[in-house]
């Protein structure tokens, strides 16, 4: 055997061995992946309508006055205008808390986009700016929003908002304009990348899972098959991607 | 006021009038401006309260346009004579106020710039995407409809377009009801019966501004409408008047009875400051009581001008009813958990306040100027006063069926 013919003998074999271990280690880091999120999605490759991206959240753990999750969003998604009266800012998450008028037991939540699957922004927004992503992820088309808030009268979770003013300091990732509605995105620039959205990540309870609702494995269905758990106005039957445990 | 005899006055009156709805609609346009450079912050509106008072305005104008249309379709479409005469004035309100609603609507847009991108994109699942159709087909009908009446050589087509004009008017208002009608999400809307009210209240505030303008025409050519053709028009008027309060307590009662909405109705009717106040003053009381004391009580309806003003009460009661509609159908928080008080850094259980600025109130005051400046212009270039063929009309029974 020659030098050359040893040294493509060992090039073989290398590769044949690396080979193997790709095939056998793959799954297993996929699963990894998905039990995370779900696997980074390639450059010009379509939303695929296999996934159905859903959120749980466990009100039980979640405490009132910690606002992380509200935080991290407006840190990642750049929302970092100041306006004089709140309610023209942007809102893509808020803190709920709330008190039953009878007993008095109180529940902290956060309120974000539900991601209904029949959304009724989507079917009221004239030009079709508002859209559902085929993974179940409800966005706004900036370049064809004309701003002309119906979406937001038709929202019942007001979980819209329009910007007010013009912005500076924007995250490339997360396109925003003035005169354009927007909302939660489940953070989708991160979910694309196999990452989770941000104000799960900065939950320092734990108390909100995000993953794939149409694959019974992810630990969010798991999750939903073992508890109990609600739906905001589950009487508009609008089968909302995010769900509440404990209230 | 009449200027037969002075026609220098009249002329320089027109001027005067044409100045001041150019000026009305400038600062609109102005307002426009700065909105659309400065965003929506410089409004009072925000993301609580969406809609504010571009939108009562736009709304207002947007629905009396079709109602406005009526007036030409009892005379082309159900053949009553003394109508007839009236339709070309009844058509160019309906063009001329559709105009300046729109223009009120486009421009408090977040992205007024975007016009083109809103007839190029349709959703056809959206009640504005039908709008976007039923808006521009409605000037193409009327204006076709207009034709047919003002050229001799198309009047034989008149009834057809009329008919045309007509179940294209219903259709519209239908789609400006339903706006709110299909909002599900909102205890102020939701409801089936919100599309055939804004019909009726379209016949009321639509005939209520054809009767100020005909009044003021007449009154600028120094003539007196004839008291019987002034009397159907203000007995239909009443009718108009009582069937929308009709529809208005039904929806009211709707939402009472079926939807259980009582939170949402004690505050709109009883608790609410200054809803209640509008509501039961400026609609029912100014917009509804009054006028119908001013049109059917014998002894004061007989006395010229009482029709005048109780369509001005009517029209003032329409600003009363679509500002306590949708201001208030929004200053009340949404009920997403029933049975919890709610608080949150966003208005959660909290009745909200609606502080109009100056560039949304010049915005929604120039829907008004472009409509009259529009109709100043219109009524002096072409034939609109309403000429009635007294002789003809009592030798046809037209005046007394």
Redesign the interface.
């Known amino acids: 055997m020659t030098g050359s013919q040893e040294k493509s003998r060992r090039t073989f074999l290398a590769a044949t061995v690396a080979g193997f271990g790709a095939v056998a280690l793959a799954p297993g880091l996929h699963l990894i992946a998905l039990s995370h999120a779900g696997a980074p999605r390639a450059a010009g490759e379509p939303a695929s309508s296999k996934v159905r991206w859903g959120m749980l959240i466990d009100t039980t753990k979640c405490a009132s006055g910690c606002d992380a999750c509200v935080k991290a969003c407006n840190t990642e998604n750049g929302i970092n205008e100041t ?1 004089a ?7 893509w998450i ?9 007993t008095g037991r109180t ?1 902290s939540l956060p ?1 974000l986009c539900q991601h209904c699957e029949h959304p ?1 922004c ?8 508002s859209m559902k992503r085929a993974d179940g992820i409800v966005l706004v088309d900036r ?8 979406c ?7 979980a ?7 912005l500076t300091e924007q995250n490339p990732e997360v396109p925003r304009g ?4 927007e909302s939660c995105t489940f953070c989708v620039h991160r979910v694309d990348k196999g990452q989770q959205p941000a104000c799960v990540e900065a939950c320092p309870e734990g108390a909100m899972v995000f993953g794939d609702l149409n694959d019974p494995k992810s630990a969010i269905s798991l999750r939903l098959a073992q508890e109990a758990s609600t739906q ?2 589950a009487d ?1 039957k609008l089968n909302q991607g995010v769900r509440y445990q404990g ?1 | 006021m009449a200027f037969a005899q002075n026609p220098r006055a009249e002329e320089r009156m027109f001027y005067l009038l044409v100045a001041l709805g150019g000026l009305v609609t400038a600062a609109g346009l102005g307002a426009a401006l700065y909105m ?1 450079h ?4 410089v409004t009072g509106m ?6 504010g008072l571009p939108h009562v305005f736009a709304i207002f104008l947007i629905v009396a346009a079709s109602g406005v249309l009526n007036v030409a379709s009892i005379g082309s479409v159900f053949g009553k004579a003394v109508y007839k005469p009236r339709a070309p004035l009844s058509g160019l309100l309906a063009l001329t106020m559709l105009a300046g609603g729109l223009a009120v609507i486009m421009l408090d ?4 710039d ?2 083109i ?2 007839m190029t ?3 056809p ?5 039908w ?2 159709i039923l808006y521009p087909g409605f000037f193409a009908i009327v204006g076709l409809y207009l034709w047919t009446l003002m050229d001799r050589a198309m009047n034989p087509y008149a009834k057809p377009a009329g008919i045309a004009a007509f179940l294209w008017r219903l259709i519209l208002t239908t789609g400006t009801g339903s ?1 709110f009608g ?5 205890q102020a809307y939701q409801s089936a019966v919100i599309a055939p009210m804004f019909i009726i209240l379209s016949f009321c505030w639509g005939l209520a501004v054809f009767l100020i303008v005909q009044k003021v025409m007449y009154a600028w050519n120094g003539l007196e409408l004839d008291m019987r053709i002034r009397n159907r028009l203000k007995n239909l008027l009443g009718v108009f008047v009582a069937a929308a309060a009709y529809f208005v307590a039904v929806y009211h009662l709707t939402n009472l009875y079926f939807a259980k909405e009582m939170a949402f109705e004690r505050f709109i009717l009883l608790e609410g400051g200054l809803f209640p106040f509008l509501f039961w003053g400026g609609y029912v009381f100014l917009g509804t009581l009054l006028p119908l004391i001013l049109l059917y009580v014998p002894a004061i309806s007989r006395v010229r001008g009482s029709a005048f003003l109780a369509s001005l009460l009517v029209i003032l009661g329409a600003f009363a009813f679509l500002y306590v509609f949708i201001i208030g159908g ?1 200053v009340f928080p ?1 009920d ?2 029933p ?10 259980g909290k009745i ?1 306040s609606y502080a109009p600025r100056w560039p949304e109130i010049l915005l929604a005051v120039s829907g008004l100027g472009m409509t009259f400046l529009f109709v100043t212009i219109g009524v002096r270039i072409f034939k609109f006063l309403p000429q009635d063929d007294l002789a003809k009309l009592e030798g046809s029974g037209a005046l007394h069926d």
């Open positions: 306006v009266d709140a309610r023209q800012g942007s809102q808020r803190k709920i808390d709330l008190k039953d008028q009878k529940h309120m009724p989507v079917d009221v927004c004239p030009t079709g700016a370049h064809i929003c004309i701003g002309c808030r119906y937001m009268m038709a929202c019942p979770f007001k819209r908002s329009l910007v007010h003013q013009p003035v005169g354009c509605v905001v106005r508009l209230i | 659309e400065a965003g929506h912050v925000n993301n609580q309260i969406v809609w847009l977040g992205r007024a975007r016009l991108v809103a994109h349709f959703n699942t959206s009640v504005f995407g709008n976007v706006i299909f909002l599900v999400a909102r929004q949404l997403l958990f049975g919890y008080e709610v608080t949150s850094s966003f208005m959660d909200d």
